[in-house]
């Protein structure tokens, strides 16, 4: 099992930057690949960005440029740094973790861009 806790959100000003983190623990070893997603009020979860184990990231297009996925392996935890944020941007942000035969999910920590 693994487990994910999700920190870093909050209600920030249009422009303004923020960093989520995620710490796993449990059998993190499994893990071949993180990532983090959101999930606007009334709408799909969509994919923000990926990270493998060997460092190969993919990112939505609208989030390009702006948001940068990292993890520090020593310390078990994912990273999203995001900057310029959007209004649209306000959404829960989830982190997840995939084994070979599981996906893993974290609770979900919420960013509010707002004026």
């Known amino acids: 099992q693994v487990q994910l806790v999700e920190s870093g959100g909050g209600l920030v000003q249009p422009g303004e930057s923020l960093r989520l983190s995620c710490a796993a623990s449990g059998t993190i070893f499994s893990i071949v690949a993180m990532g983090w997603y959101r999930q606007a009020p009334g709408q799909q979860r969509e994919l923000v960005a990926t990270?493998?184990?060997?460092?190969?990231?993919n990112y939505a297009d609208s989030m390009k440029g702006r948001f940068t996925i990292s993890r520090n392996n020593a310390k078990n935890t994912l990273y999203l740094q995001m900057n310029s944020l959007q209004p649209e941007d306000t959404a829960v942000y989830y982190c997840n973790a995939g084994t070979l035969s599981k996906l893993y999910w974290g609770q979900g920590t919420q960013v509010t861009v707002s004026s």
């Open positions: 990270i493998t184990n060997g460092g190969s990231t």
